[in-house]
């Protein structure tokens, strides 16, 4: 089967800046993908080439086959972008913008059924006739993604799409990415949020400094970092001589790394002969943000 | 039929999102205009009627009347193109047009109409409120069209041109205050080249603008500084000129695809 996404060796230079370099990439058909790393590591750079927004400075990309600077206008249409800024056109209300969004595309009225859908399914019934100035952050979010789907792109794209949006709206968003997936559509994430991936996504690709420094499934990936963690309440300070494993404190509540499970005893042997009371106490399973902090700190190190 | 029309589709789109843009603004985009035009034909008309005959048996106002609707067009054909070109850039809507199959050579066609049509809409509302106060001759009319559509085409690329290069609203309005309004003012508008010195006169000579208002005006009343059929090949050229450089910034992506 065509691969939905296919980045072969892309170089992308800004002046003397590498933003990407040397990314191979293949996304299949189906799959629901994150693309993970710190501010600058490139993602938005790999997604602005996918989208035609930027021109790669070597090697090739390309959409469901077509590649997206010799067939643009295939590929372009089996793509869907949502982009990271609230962007949006003064000038209209949100049903015309879907409307000459569709245009662009070469829709016209036999595809209002489907922007009605998007617009039901996104809880944008009620502002259809709504200024876009007007609307709020979160339904200018929401319209955002309305944009992206008018076409019906086999391939979509979101750019932190949850960026900034209240826990509700976040988990309503997931849910409709997660239905557009089993629909079939092939998604692609941005995002800061680990967790978000990790609710999300089968697997993972991590940039840094323009480099894919790591792609695997999240499944694999969480099962790379052997430890747990152990977050605890304590009645006084940590002694100094656990101090090392700590990986997270707030006053008298610590989280510490563990490699191996029995160090829990090590640990509370260590608290009791230093007389400190164990409030409270929790077992947590390695997140992919471990993950993040574990291969962004090895990557350092090399 | 059907075929066609899905081929059309997208650039046809872009044409009535880009009138539509202006028309939800027509207070704006064609009233104000209108209404500029007709102060300037009230004040000047009144303070040189009776005293200033540029050509033999026409009077002020007749001559003036087709310089402002000219200007008028060719100011508002720049308006149209350039201020929504600079609004989407400054807004980020750009992309939405950026995101889509179309073509760089659909871009510009849709964006080159929609500043033509604008520039037609101002002008042929000026002349229907001049025709209720003035009775206006309307010698050779085909003149009149070609030289409209010629002009407002030609602008309306600059205005592609500079909206493409301007990266902030202080920078279009200096290029509409220094490049845009200097020429449309010294194009002969209000007197005839033929009044200049010999040294201004040449130097009006090297201004498009001298030779889209004078064609324009010979399609009213018959009379000109110079040959019309000149002019039409020098505006004509202009435009084609225009439209190379800015059908070739828009394929090399110029400030819109890095």
Same mark, same amino acid.
């Given at each position: 089967m065509t691969p939905a996404i296919k980045i072969e060796q892309v170089h992308k230079q800004f002046g003397a800046l590498h933003a990407l370099n040397c990314v191979d990439?293949?996304?299949?058909?189906?799959?629901?993908?994150?693309?993970?790393?710190?501010?600058?590591?490139?993602?938005?750079?790999?997604?602005?080439?996918?989208?035609?927004?930027?021109?790669?400075?070597?090697?090739?990309?390309?959409?469901?086959?077509?590649?997206?600077?010799?067939?643009?206008?295939?590929?372009?249409?089996?793509?869907?972008? =949502?982009?990271?800024?609230?962007?949006?056109?003064?000038?209209?209300?949100?049903?015309?913008?879907?409307?000459?969004?569709?245009?662009?595309?070469?829709?016209?009225?036999?595809?209002?059924?489907?922007?009605?859908?998007?617009?039901?399914?996104?809880?944008?019934?009620?502002?259809v006739g709504t200024n876009m100035r007007r609307l709020s952050g979160g339904m200018k979010r929401r319209a955002l993604i309305a944009q992206a789907l008018v076409h019906k792109p086999p391939v979509i794209v979101l750019d932190e799409p949850t960026a900034g949006v209240d826990v509700e709206l976040r988990y309503m968003l997931w849910e409709f990415i997660k239905r557009l997936n089993r629909d079939g559509h092939t998604i692609i994430l941005t995002t800061h949020y680990l967790e978000e991936a990790e609710a999300l996504c089968?697997?993972?690709?991590?940039?840094?400094?323009?480099?894919?420094?790591?792609?695997?499934?999240t499944k694999n990936l969480l099962a790379s970092i052997p430890g747990k963690k152990l977050r605890l309440k304590l009645s006084a300070a940590l002694p100094a001589n656990l101090q090392d494993m700590v990986r997270h404190q707030e006053q008298h509540d610590y989280t510490l790394s563990l490699n191996v499970i029995n160090q829990v005893e090590y640990v509370l042997a260590e608290l009791r002969s230093a007389n400190v009371v164990v409030e409270d106490m929790q077992l947590i399973e390695a997140d992919l943000e471990d993950v993040f902090i574990n291969l962004m700190g090895r990557h350092e190190s090399n | 039929m059907n075929l066609i029309n899905q081929r059309f589709r997208g650039p046809w789109t872009l044409f009535k999102k880009e009138i539509l843009r202006f028309w939800r603004v027509s207070f704006q985009t064609v009233a104000a205009p209108v209404m500029t035009a007709l102060l300037y034909l009230l004040i000047f008309s009144h303070v040189l009627g009776g005293r200033v005959e540029v050509y033999p048996d026409v009077p002020y106002a007749i001559f003036l009347i087709p310089g402002l609707i000219m200007m008028s067009i060719l100011q508002n054909a720049f308006a149209n193109s350039s201020s929504s070109l600079i609004q989407s850039k400054v807004m980020g809507s750009i992309i939405f047009?950026?995101?889509?199959?179309?073509?760089?050579?659909?871009?510009?066609?849709?964006?080159?109409?929609?500043?033509?049509?604008?520039?037609? =809409?101002?002008?042929?509302?000026?002349?229907? =409120?001049?025709?209720?106060?003035?009775?206006?001759?309307?010698?050779?009319?085909?003149?009149?069209?070609?030289?409209?559509?010629?002009?407002?085409?030609?602008?309306?690329?600059?205005?592609?041109?500079?909206?493409?290069?301007?990266?902030?609203?202080?920078?279009?309005?200096?290029?509409?205050?220094?490049?845009?309004?200097?020429?449309?003012?010294?194009?002969?508008?209000?007197?005839?080249?033929?009044?200049?010195?010999?040294?201004?006169?040449?130097?009006?000579?090297?201004?498009?603008?001298?030779?889209?208002?004078?064609?324009?005006?010979?399609?009213?009343?018959?009379?000109?500084?110079?040959?019309?059929?000149?002019?039409?090949?020098?505006?004509?050229?202009?435009?084609?000129?225009?439209?190379f450089i800015t059908i070739g910034m828009l394929k090399a992506g110029y400030k819109l695809r890095g």
């Open positions: 990439l293949t996304i299949e058909q189906g799959e629901f993908f994150a693309l993970l790393g710190p501010n600058g590591a490139g993602k938005s750079t790999l997604i602005n080439l996918l989208a035609g927004l930027l021109r790669p400075t070597s090697g090739n990309l390309s959409v469901m086959g077509f590649d997206v600077m010799a067939q643009y206008r295939q590929a372009r249409r089996a793509l869907g972008v =949502v982009p990271q800024e609230l962007v949006f056109d003064p000038f209209f209300n949100v049903r015309e913008m879907l409307r000459f969004q569709a245009g662009y595309f070469g829709k016209g009225p036999e595809n209002d059924a489907w922007i009605d859908e998007v617009i039901e399914s996104l809880g944008l019934t009620d502002k089968s697997r993972v690709a991590l940039l840094k400094q323009g480099e894919v420094i790591a792609l695997d499934s | 047009v950026l995101l889509t199959p179309l073509s760089y050579l659909e871009f510009f066609l849709a964006f080159l109409s929609a500043s033509i049509v604008r520039g037609l =809409v101002v002008g042929f509302s000026i002349y229907f =409120v001049a025709i209720c106060f003035i009775d206006l001759p309307l010698i050779h009319p085909l003149f009149i069209l070609a030289f409209a559509i010629a002009g407002s085409g030609m602008l309306g690329a600059f205005g592609i041109i500079a909206g493409l290069w301007a990266e902030k609203f202080d920078q279009m309005a200096a290029f509409q205050n220094f490049v845009i309004m200097p020429l449309s003012f010294l194009s002969g508008v209000f007197y005839s080249i033929h009044s200049l010195p010999p040294f201004w006169q040449k130097i009006s000579h090297l201004n498009p603008f001298f030779y889209m208002i004078d064609g324009f005006r010979y399609g009213f009343f018959g009379q000109g500084d110079i040959s019309p059929w000149f002019s039409l090949t020098v505006v004509l050229g202009s435009f084609i000129a225009l439209s």
